[in-house]
């Protein structure tokens, strides 16, 4: 994956991977937290995500202004790190009311936007010359492998944090707890039998509760907590990237010295960076869509898999929410890959060998241990989509590269289009499924009585994965590319803030999710992203032309 890419990429990879997986720790718990530390209804802690993903990308665009102005992106990305670590601390105290937290969340967000963005923009500026231009677009790649590498580990980490404190303290997880505790905190809860049902399983000693009023009040204080200690997590994994950034930046690209040495490589006529503004400006109206239904992932999706998604699975099934047993599943893959790949050193095939052999037997332990049913979290399966971006991309660079051979491989603007219709395919899946449930409007917090299998949320995730490996990364590499020189941090931050608007538009979701049917919900995201490849492939010469 980087033979023939600069150093600098390896560098640009592994900060990446350390911020992401401290920012998906955080986002694969957030909503979560918001409803069983504070009570927000779904659509208050909905608008309360969409405020925080849309800071979070705005404030690139500021971070690139200072970039761009003081052409020091190596600083600028470093004072982010730092800035993102305090942010994550302040979320880590435990007990803190909403406005600390929204403190925490703002803090985070002003750090993202001087990382991320320039961040981007370095990577770019290694691909400006000429000798690595053609592998732009399998750089962003790979690239965009790091965060998802990064994302895969971290719902397992915020769940092991949660379930840990909640076991030290003598309890079991249950994620339909919370809810009506505070509705039994707040005398609102007028049939306590289904408490009294779910206490008595969550108790870890197998004592039936006496007392739920107190049991109600401690459940929810200790459930909150374990979250708060997961942000912790976040806040190490910022300390991680930031050691990694400073050793190595020196493979990264000095712009400040560059520019110092000759002005000149920033200039460019103003016809032609206007052409190309307009252009970028086209293709951010585009991913405002994109995002706005993506990320529904740590939204409306995780709610669906709280609420309507089979809790108990068996044991087959439970292979891919285990961690342990997941990794030893994906190292007997592995395993086979090396052990029967053609023209390989025979100490790769002792290696395959190896993995195949541990793979496999760790794999039948666990499976042996697993219980007929085996309860599964909601958080977790926002791991589908970071693993699955890990397996795919070699694929979806391989394809582009057979292509690319016979000169027939798509513009990056057309991959941009066609994984606006693969997102529209994800998100029929999902209306599929839920025709015939009871909408949450209906349910008034109470479980639901029907529950579809996981594969459902599983196949959807698959299906809008290989639209995000058609978007994001060729997204980026199109800004790189395309971005006039004076304002490649800019135009990197331009990219982040269409999906900052994208983001503050997730409250629809919440609201749909809560007002309409089910499946009119997802049908809402059908046809933004149908729309919107649409307009795509409409002006899809003029953004081909500025690429050339």
């Not at 802690?45 to 800071?55: C, M, R």
């Not at 990308?57 to 102005?69: H, K, S, T, V």
């Not at 990382?115 to 981007?120: A, E, I, V």
């Amino acid at each position: 994956m980087f033979k023939g890419h600069p150093k600098g990429l390896y560098v640009a990879f592994f900060a990446n991977m350390g911020e992401r997986f401290g920012f998906y720790t955080m986002m694969a718990i957030l909503v979560l937290f918001l409803q069983a530390k504070f009570n927000l209804t779904t659509e208050n802690s909905g608008y309360i995500y969409s405020v925080f993903y849309f800071s979070i990308y705005a404030l690139a665009l500021f971070g690139g202004f200072i970039a761009d102005r003081s052409q020091n992106y190596k600083g600028t990305i470093m004072i982010g790190q730092v800035v993102m670590f305090l942010g994550y601390l302040l979320m880590a105290i435990p007990g803190m009311g909403l406005p600390f937290t929204l403190l925490g969340l703002f803090t985070i967000a002003f750090g993202n936007g001087l990382f991320k963005g320039n961040l981007q923009a370095l990577v770019g500026q290694m691909y400006d010359n000429e000798k690595y231009s053609k592998l732009r677009d399998s750089a962003y790649s790979v690239f965009y492998m790091g965060i998802n590498i990064g994302a895969f580990f971290a719902p397992s980490a915020a769940r092991g944090v949660r379930s840990w404190w909640l076991h030290s303290h003598g309890y079991n997880y249950d994620p339909d707890l919370p809810a009506l505790c505070h509705r039994m905190t707040e005398g609102t809860l007028a049939d306590t039998s289904k408490l009294q049902e779910l206490a008595n399983k969550a108790s870890a000693s197998g004592t039936p509760v006496a007392d739920l009023a107190a049991f109600a009040h401690d459940y929810v204080q200790v459930f909150s907590t374990g979250y708060n200690y997961a942000f912790g997590v976040a806040a190490l994994a910022m300390v991680i990237s930031l050691v990694i950034y400073l050793i190595f930046k020196s493979h990264l690209p000095d712009r400040k010295a560059m520019v110092k040495k000759d002005a000149s490589i920033i200039k460019m006529p103003w016809v032609e960076e206007k052409k190309r503004l307009i252009a970028l400006g086209l293709v951010f109206i585009v991913v405002i869509f994109f995002w706005m239904s993506f990320h529904q992932n740590g939204l409306t999706l995780t709610l669906f898999a709280r609420d309507y998604t089979d809790k108990q699975v068996g044991p087959f099934t439970y292979i891919f929410f285990y961690l342990p047993a997941f990794l030893s599943l994906i190292g007997l893959i592995f395993g086979i890959m090396m052990l029967f790949k053609k023209e390989v050193k025979m100490m790769t095939r002792i290696i395959g060998g190896a993995l195949l052999l541990a793979g496999g037997g760790l794999l039948y332990y666990f499976y042996t241990t697993f219980t007929l049913e085996n309860t599964i979290e909601p958080e977790i399966f926002q791991q589908f989509n970071p693993i699955m971006i890990v397996f795919l991309t070699p694929v979806v660079v391989g394809l582009f590269a057979f292509l690319r051979k016979r000169n027939i491989e798509p513009s990056t603007p057309r991959k941009i289009g066609i994984g606006m219709i693969l997102a529209a395919f994800g998100f029929m899946l999902i209306m599929f499924t839920s025709f015939g449930l009871v909408s949450p409007s209906e349910l008034q917090g109470d479980p639901a009585p029907d529950r579809v299998s996981p594969y459902w949320l599983i196949s959807t995730y698959l299906v809008l994965t290989f639209a995000e490996l058609f978007l994001s990364p060729m997204g980026l590499s199109f800004v790189s590319k395309v971005a006039p020189p004076r304002f490649q941090g800019l135009m990197q931050g331009g990219w982040l803030a269409a999906t900052a608007v994208g983001n503050s538009l997730l409250f629809v979701g919440t609201i749909a999710y809560s007002r309409l049917e089910l499946w009119q919900a997802w049908l809402i995201f059908v046809v933004c992203c149908l729309l919107a490849a649409a307009f795509i492939f409409s002006i899809m010469k003029r953004l081909e032309n500025v690429t050339k």
